[in-house]
């Protein structure tokens, strides 16, 4: 269960995110299936290939927090603010 949770995006941001993500999704020779989600989270289906290793993920999540980062400069300021220690 998560810990904490901050409503940081709306419905613009989950557009765009969406977009990001189909984006980064075809970069990495997967499809992205079913997008959805709240303020505070995102819910994504997405299919792997046979050719495409699993292992490939965690990089994908980089590359997408990073665009997300680059384009909304609001949210990388709450979230940075948001989780100090």
């Known amino acids: 269960m ?4 901050h409503k940081v995006s709306d419905g613009g941001h989950l557009t765009r995110l969406e977009k990001i993500m189909r ?5 990495f020779g997967t499809e992205l299936i079913e997008f959805n989600g709240e303020g505070e989270h995102v819910h994504l289906q997405v ?3 046979s050719k495409t290793p699993f ?13 997300m980062r680059q384009e909304f400069v609001s949210l990388a300021r709450h979230h940075y603010q948001t989780n100090k220690l």
């Open 23 to 27: 984006t980064v999704c075809a970069e």
């Open 47 to 49: 299919n792997f290939p």
């Open 55 to 67: 292992r490939s993920w965690p990089t994908a999540q980089r590359v997408f927090s990073q665009r």
């Open 2 to 5: 998560t810990k904490y949770r």
